[in-house]
């Protein structure tokens, strides 16, 4: 059998810079997450007087084995450490663009007041992508969605889709030139195809543990609506029991009431247990992808919904390290 060497490519610019960079790297890390948190690269260097990266320059960054390297995205650099003795730099870059947007208009993070009419999430998420020159990925299913009136008052725009996004159960977030708006815990890339399953044994986990919380065990969601027709606050349950979880604030009708409650009940069910694991160094293991594990014990066995990987090279070789929410 081939024992294939892990390798990695830097681009910074759209300029390969990998040779660079050899000997210098003493690590390197991307963790991508699939929640609300930025996907991140992180590099610490040898600091033999090389060249300080640009205010906002743009990484690329592939990895893998030789010949067989994946592109994990594109990053905007935010934080440069200098460390000495002995000299090091750290740098630390965010997946979230932070450059001025076309047209003048301010970075997704920058707060700003206005209004947006009753239309859909699709509606909302094109005139934010357009106003950051970002290509959207939307879910099908999410993108038809009717939403009410949205103020935005001193609140930045990815503030605000993670908002709306939280709601929904879905994912807003801006990664390699891409708004993403997306179901979260669905098992699916942002085409709407089903991501692959991949199998775990226990002989290749070199540690691992499982979380079981009561602490989120609700049973019942209950989430409020105006019945404009009525002049009163009306409220929709999703599941049976206690104890019961209220969602603050009211909605605009019975629909996205409901829509948030079971959502809210979904969240609930899928967080009860978590999974954290590390394994041999395995790019192919992102955000949202599914894991099978088998033979480990009751309450471990099942499948499991990737919450954030992370993906280490370093001197002692690599390693992925996994969090995961059981499949209900």
């Given amino acids: ?106 970075p997704l993070q920058s707060q700003k007041s206005r209004s947006f009419p009753a239309g859909t999430i699709y509606d909302l998420v094109m005139t934010i992508a357009n106003d ?16 009410s009136h949205i103020d935005q008052s001193d609140e930045s725009d990815m503030n605000l889709l993670t908002r709306i996004a939280k709601q929904y159960d879905a994912i807003a977030k801006a990664n390699g030139g891409r708004l993403l708006f997306v179901k979260r815990g669905e098992g699916k890339s942002t085409t709407g195809a089903a991501m692959p399953k991949i199998h775990i044994t226990k002989e290749q986990v070199t540690s691992g543990s499982v979380k079981i919380s009561q602490c989120r065990a609700f049973k019942q969601v209950v989430a409020t609506y105006r019945d404009t027709a009525g002049a009163m606050n009306v409220e929709v349950a999703a599941g049976k029991g206690e104890p019961v979880h209220r969602i603050k604030g009211v909605f605009s009708d ?34 949202e992808s599914r ?29 992925t390290a996994i969090e995961a929410e059981f499949v209900v």
Avoid at 256 to 284: M, N
């Fill in 1 to 106: 059998m081939v024992a294939y060497a892990l390798d990695y490519r830097i681009e910074a610019n759209g300029k390969d810079i990998t040779e660079l960079l050899r000997g210098q790297v003493s690590q390197l890390t991307i963790t991508d997450e699939a929640g609300y948190k930025s996907d991140k690269l992180s590099l610490t260097l040898a600091d033999s007087g090389i060249a300080l990266p640009e205010p906002g320059a743009e990484l690329t960054a592939y990895v893998g084995y030789r010949n067989e390297l994946r592109l994990m995205g594109k990053y905007i650099v935010d934080t440069v450490t200098l460390n000495f003795p002995p000299d090091s730099m750290a740098i630390s870059a965010n997946a979230a663009p932070f450059k001025q947007s076309k047209n003048g208009m301010t």
């Fill in 132 to 147: 950051h020159n970002l290509a959207p990925a939307l879910d099908a299913g999410l993108a038809k969605v009717q939403l």
């Fill in 254 to 287: 019975s629909v996205q009431a409901s829509s948030a409650a079971q959502k809210q009940l979904k969240v609930f069910e899928r967080g009860k247990r978590t999974l954290s694991l590390s394994i041999p160094f395995a790019p192919d293991l992102v955000a």
């Fill in 291 to 319: 894991i099978i594990l088998k033979d480990f014990r009751s309450g471990i066995d099942g499948e499991w919904g990737v919450t954030r990987a992370t993906h280490t090279i370093n001197s002692s070789g690599g390693i």
